[in-house]
């Protein structure tokens, strides 16, 4: 099963000059060329948070002409720059999206043979993440409902200090303990999804791997000085295409950028011989290997 991850698209209105070093529509159209092009295809996209710069309506609706070229399922959680208002007023009925008078998503997508459970981690009106008893117990009980079937959470803030002080601090600030409760009761959950960072990163939390998506817009630059001033470098953007292969999830990142490939059997000395070695999955003699 593959699962294509983008975040962080922080789409502006449609006449938004570039910020920060990076024009984010253009760079959500690449991504979502990107997406189109993937073979294999994957078999669901999720797109964790802070979709538009703001959370205004006429973000949404550039938002929604991007999203509508995507040809895949997709799932949207809103992350810090959004607003649930006019996020559920551009998109309720679709992307998983449906205004049932809460205060947050809740999507369970169980139509593969990997499941995926939202968390959103969301506080209106603040920048931080929060986990509170509602979300905690919602969490719970849809984890319970399928206690045998390997799980990914995905999130937009994730559960864990990276070291960047002006991150952290909009972090998630209250719940961690509830989540931590959560995961303990249910070993199926084979790993967390997140964004928010704007650069990718690997963590635990409460024994689950944590990873965090690169984004589609700037980057977070690297520092982890306390009270260092916040910056953001053009880091190549990109996103994650994570594949469930029945035990194992591997994250790969796919990089925006234009970039060349370059045909490595030219370079080797006899790429039949090895190519049926390896097909046979027998060892490869270094006789075999690349003229160098
Ligand atoms: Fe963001
Ligand atoms: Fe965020």
Redesign the pocket.
Known sequence: MLIAQIS?L?CREADAPAMLGCDNNRNIAIAIERLNALSPRPDVAIATG?LTSAGRPEQYAVLATYLAALEMPLYLLP?N?DERGPLLEAFAGRYGLVDDGGDFVRTVIDDGPMRLVSLDTSVAGHHHGAIAEERAAWLDESLATASEKPTLIFTHHPPFETGIWWMDRIGILDGLDRLAGVLGRHRQVIGMVA??L?RTMHATFAGVPVTIAP?TCYAVDLDIHDEAPPRVTNEPPGFMLHRWTGDTLVSHTVFLDDHETYDVVSILKDWPARFERMRDRQPVPKALGAIE
């Open positions: 962080d922080h802070d992350g720059h964004g928010h704007h984004t």
